[in-house]
Nanobody, 124 residues
Framework: QLQLVESGGGLVQPGGSLRLSCAASGFTLDYYDIGWFRQVPGKEREGVSCIIRGGSTKYRDSVKGRFTISRDNAKNTVYLQMNSLKPEDTAVYYC??????????????????WGQGTQVTVSS
């Protein structure tokens, strides 16, 4: 069974940091494109960052320079390091996997396996 499990969310003050983890079971992450998405109630889900099979990465403009996506193949886990967090980063964060397709549209669609989500709240 293909499964993704996120962890690492929580409450943090503005300017703080969190590291989200996305652990896979039933398949090897290294063979897939992995994306991080977030959603706020009442709003559409948006792509935050992605890392493709070759290791190239992509970020939405609002998180560039603050977030870093990385992959640990030995642990079959993808991480999202989030620094300088802002209240507008508050959302449920999901990781997802899709068959390797490259950087094009990796923040948009094509993902068939999703985790359950982890809440990130940035507030003082």
């Amino acid at each position: 069974q293909l499964q993704l499990v996120e962890s690492g969310g929580g409450l943090v003050q503005p300017g703080g940091s969190l590291r989200l983890s996305c652990a896979a079971s039933g398949f090897t992450l290294d063979y897939y494109d992995i994306g991080w998405f977030r959603q706020v109630p009442g709003k559409e889900r948006e792509g935050v960052s992605c890392i493709i099979r070759g290791g190239s990465t992509k970020y939405r403009d609002s998180v560039k320079g603050r977030f870093t996506i990385s992959r640990d193949n030995a642990k079959n886990t993808v991480y999202l390091q989030m620094n300088s967090l802002k209240p507008e980063d508050t959302a449920v964060y999901y990781c997802a996997a899709r068959v390797a397709y490259g950087l094009e549209y990796c923040l948009d669609y094509g993902y068939g396996v999703w985790g359950q989500g982890t809440q990130v709240t940035v507030s003082s």
